[in-house]
């Protein structure tokens, strides 16, 4: 019991508290690029969900089991991308023969998600903080939540408020985008209380 | 040291090798489809590679679907039956199928990937669609921007088509454009000629098939054709004729009107024409001699803005107003219409009114 | 910034040669970058993509019925819709084929005209995009917005 609680603070941890987006500002560049529709950043965000639930383990079993044997740690920055890459590649052919609804709403985020920060800031998170197995498959899960919830909620902000206000030549466009997404990791920043209160 | 930096550099390489391995092994089995067998309208199998769309696929086996987008899903024209071994349709094919064809398991063809056995539905006359290798033979100048391109058919080769219908014109990649792209064009000579047809094209601003046409195609030249398509045609009976074309919209008319010179057609026809100037009319002795050739034929040429006033005898005004003021009687009469959307549809708006049912016009807008 | 597929797919479709002869970038490479300076230019002038489009609809509505003559429209405005064969499909690659037609707008009062087409209308309501500056076709927003007399959505109810 005790461990599922545990299993469920860790994923609300990487979903919130440490918002990989917000408190980290990983993976900017789609955030601001693909953040201007709700319905986009859906696909980017069910993506990155998918991709980061599964290279975090996955860089797990090849951190734990080759290059620490071979005390090869330093080799993890470009091993892990290699590893993200081959994977997305490998995924976007199952998705292709799997499902062609799935493959038409997701099957295109997917190379922009190979070279996505935050993916491989994840799997070096995941070592930093010497997760299990089991804990880097949640950590995972949790922060490509916590990617989507953040670029979900930017989406909203800028389709609904944004294109409808009136804003000073200079800050139009990713300047008054970056903005928000600092006033956003303000408010994730209430979110650490939580967790300190036990 | 060295060791560690070997032992580093062979463990990387072993990594990359056994990811490229990995997705070898899936690029071989996941996204190989291999061979799929398509059964067409019950009768027909076809074996092709797995995991192309369907329209390109049908293609290899000269099965010509319409397709004016060229496989990108915007123009909707590729449809066909699928009744078995395609999944639901995709959000791209959508806006295209209304309820009743979604039921009927209509599909856009270029978006359907050809994975499982298909079981498909082909219209019958499509099948009669074939590609031909052409020659230019002949270019002629029939105003300051249409040109008259015949086109002769390789040895032996036939085509069959119906008086006012069109073929898809293949534009090779040229000087200005890198990939090949379809434009179609109505065919204006006489279905009687089965070894040739003549194409009237008109020069569009920056249109990448009609620039190609009028700047670089020269008599000798190769042209891959495919064809006939298109449900405007001459309908075989005796009712009365009102023909409204403008432009280039002449073609299928004239290959109506040749049509009905041969089989020494005694029906009514009035063939109204609607230009701009004098300079935009054309082939007006070509029509004379048709009316005194055919027992009841009148051309009457309409300038919305003659040039020279007063030495233009004939009819002056939209071609709508001048068709107005001309037709009395529609009761046993029957209209072919080819033109822009806007002639077409304030001609329509005319017969209408004259009380003309809407069954007995065709058309053929520009497209 | 990054390019998202359909960016990447639409600026592909864009290249002179692939939808039309001149390509819908002239020298421009950025897209985004593209969208996002006219959308300013737009917003600045108090307007949306929206109101423009609906303006360039009527217009070219009041136009038809010429049939390819300049029509006098109320106020002080002389339109002239023609078509030409053939239709276009949009560049971001949409459902729809657009008919060649083009309109020109002739503005009596300050005697300037615009011409656009029906698959402008399409690409500024749905897209803001006004094509690039160097093709044939590059509509300048503030240049459309005064010949067209385009009216701010809450003043015009």
Redesign the interface.
């Known amino acids: 019991m005790s461990e599922l609680l545990y299993f469920l603070a860790v994923l609300l941890s990487a979903v919130f508290t440490s918002n990989i987006l917000l408190t980290n500002y990983l993976g900017m ?2 955030f ?3 953040s201007k529709e709700i319905k ?1 950043s859906l696909g980017l965000g069910a993506a990155v969900v998918f991709v980061m639930a599964i290279t975090c383990p996955l860089n797990w079993m090849v951190s734990a089991w080759v290059l620490e044997p071979l005390h090869l740690e330093y080799l993890r920055f470009i091993v892990f991308i290699v590893v993200i890459a081959a994977f997305v590649q490998v995924l976007e052919m199952i998705v292709e023969r799997v499902s062609e609804t799935l493959y038409a709403n997701l099957g ?2 997917l ?2 998600i190979t ?1 996505n920060c935050a993916i491989l800031g994840a799997s070096l998170f995941m070592i930093i903080r010497k997760y299990t197995l089991a804990e880097s498959f949640v950590y995972g899960t949790g922060s490509g939540l916590g990617w989507m919830l953040a670029i979900l909620a930017m989406a909203g902000i800028r389709q609904e408020k944004l294109n409808q206000s ?2 000073p ?1 200079g800050l ?3 300047a008054i985008a970056l903005v928000v997404a600092g006033i956003m990791a303000l408010a994730f920043m209430g979110f650490s209380g939580m967790g300190g209160g036990n | 040291m060295i060791t560690a930096f070997l032992i580093g550099l062979g463990v990387m390489c072993a990594v990359v090798l056994i990811l490229t391995l990995v997705i070898l092994a899936c690029d071989a089995t996941i996204a190989n489809y291999g061979p799929v067998r398509i059964v067409i309208n019950g009768e027909r199998e076809i074996t092709v590679q797995g995991g192309r769309p369907l329209l390109a696929s049908l293609k290899d086996h000269e099965i010509f679907l319409p397709s ?2 060229g496989g ?5 024209m590729c449809k066909v039956r699928v009744l078995e071994g395609a999944g639901d349709p995709l959000a ?1 094919e959508l ?2 199928l209304n309820a009743q064809e979604r039921k009927d398991k209509i599909r856009l063809s270029c978006q359907v990937k050809v994975k499982r056995p298909l079981r498909i539905e082909v219209p019958r006359e499509l099948l009669q669609v074939r590609q031909y290798r052409t020659q230019v033979i002949g270019m002629r100048d029939l105003t300051y921007d249409i040109k008259e391109v015949t086109l002769q058919l390789a040895p032996g080769e036939r085509i069959d088509f119906q008086a006012g219908q069109f073929i898809q014109f293949e534009v090779p990649p040229y000087a ?4 090949p792209v379809y ?1 179609a064009y109505s065919i204006s000579s006489s279905p009687a000629q089965h070894d040739r047809v003549e194409l009237e094209i ?1 020069l ?8 190609y046409v009028h700047r670089y195609l020269k008599v000798g030249d190769g042209v891959t054709v495919n064809g006939p398509y298109g449900d405007f045609h001459l309908q075989e009976n005796d009712r009365e004729m009102i023909c409204v074309a ?3 919209g002449m073609a299928p008319i004239k290959s109506i009107l040749a049509r009905l010179a041969e089989t020494g057609s005694k029906r009514r026809i009035r063939y109204f024409f ?1 230009a ?1 100037t004098e300079r935009d009319l054309f082939l007006v002795d070509e029509m004379r001699a048709l009316e005194r050739t055919l027992t009841d034929f009148r051309f009457i040429p309409a300038l ?2 003659p040039q020279d006033g007063a030495a233009w005898q004939g009819e002056t005004g ?3 107003a001048v068709l107005e003021r001309h037709v009395t009687s529609v009761e046993n009469a029957e209209a072919y219409l080819c033109g ?4 077409i ?2 001609t329509v708006a005319v017969l209408k009114k004259k009380g003309m049912p809407v069954e007995r016009i065709y058309f053929d807008s ?2 | ?6 960016m990447r797919k639409a600026r592909e ?1 864009m ?4 939808l ?3 390509g819908f970038l002239g020298g421009e490479r950025d897209l ?1 970058r593209l969208l ?1 300076e006219d959308a ?1 230019t737009v ?2 002038l108090g307007l949306t993509h929206a109101a423009i489009a609906d303006r360039m609809r009527e217009l070219r509505d009041a136009g ?6 300049f029509l006098s429209v109320p106020p002080h405005f002389e339109v002239r ?7 276009i ?2 560049p971001f ?5 657009y ?3 083009s309109i020109t707008v002739r503005n009596l009062r300050t005697g300037r005209e615009v011409t656009y087409t029906d698959l402008h209308i399409h690409l500024v309501a749905a897209h803001g995009f006004y094509e690039g500056v160097g093709t ?1 076709y590059r509509l300048e927003p503030a240049d459309l917005v005064s010949v067209l007399e385009v009216q701010p959505k809450d003043t015009t109810l």
Not at chain 3, 1 to 6: I, L
Request: proline residues 12%.
């Open positions: 560049c789609s601001l690029a693909v986009t295109i985020f190379p922009l070279v009136k804003l030549r139009e466009g990713p | 004016a987008c990108r899903g915007s123009c909707g791209t806006p295209w200005l454009a890198d990939e434009r008109r569009v601003p920056n249109g990448i098939c009609t620039t403008g432009g280039s609607g701009r919305s803005a939209l071609v709508t822009s959307p806007g002639m549809n304030a520009f497209g | 910034m990054k390019e998202t597929p359909q479709n290249i002179p040669g692939r039309s002869l001149p985004p996002d300013e917003k600045r038809a019925e010429g049939l390819g003559e819709a023609d078509s030409v064969r053939g239709r499909p949009c690659g949409e459902r729809g084929l008919p060649k037609t044939p």
